[in-house]
């Protein structure tokens, strides 16, 4: 079986409904508390690759960082958007399943069945 990690936020609602999911098919996937212990630049990349999206569409765009930050600024490349994930884990897009080589956000929750082995 495919080894499975849950980029997940306890506090989030869709993070928890994909987590139940999980559950409920009798998965426990490796839980990474995302904002507790960040993932690094490189790490995010590596998200990003399995997700094949880039770094703008990881972003949560209705959080008070990204203005504050001026994410919304066109310019900024993707090392800069990364960077500012890595500096500031609530920017990032929640819940993420990893699986193998794939890995999916999960909105709706539904969306993390779609990767499962």
Known sequence: M???????NPRCSKSRGALQLLEERGLAPTIVRYLETPPSAEQLRDLLDRLGL????????????YQDLGLADPELSE??????MAAHPKLIERPILVA????VIGRPPEKV???LP
């Open 54 to 65: 880039g770094a703008r569409q990881l972003l949560r765009t209705g959080e008070a960082e």
């Open 100 to 103: 193998g080589d794939k890995a």
């Open 79 to 84: 090392a800069q958007l990364i960077e500012a």
């Open 2 to 8: 495919t080894d499975l990690t849950l980029y997940h």
């Open 113 to 115: 069945l779609e990767i």
